[in-house]
Nanobody, 115 residues
């Protein structure tokens, strides 16, 4: 089992920055890819960014150039650095850990960007 705890959300004005953290514990050696998803009110959950065990990253076109995904040297914590935030970035941000046969989610952290 893998436990995920997100932190770092909050209220920020447009143009501001936030850094989200996702601390993983448990069977972390079996994790293949870590993801950040977000869900805005009334919308479907969407993939924001991903980082694989080999360090390869993927960032959605909607946040490219503004958001960066990275992980701590110990690799049990993943970060999402969000710069130049826009009101459209508002939503609940979820951390996801995916392995060969499992898929775990954190509880989510709220990000609200005011105009």
């Amino acid at each position: 089992q893998v436990q995920l705890v997100e932190s770092g959300g909050g209220l920020v004005q447009a143009g501001g920055s936030l850094r989200l953290s996702c601390a993983a514990s448990g069977s972390i050696a079996s994790i293949k890819t870590m993801h950040w998803y977000r869900q805005a009110p009334g919308k479907q959950r969407e993939l924001v960014a991903a980082i694989q065990n080999d360090g390869n990253t993927h960032v959605a076109d909607s946040v490219k150039g503004r958001f960066t995904i990275s992980r701590a040297i110990g690799e049990s914590t993943v970060f999402l650095q969000m710069n130049n935030l826009k009101p459209d970035d508002t939503g609940v941000y979820y951390c996801n850990a995916a392995g060969t046969i499992f898929d775990y989610w954190g509880q989510g952290t709220q990000v609200t960007v005011s105009s």
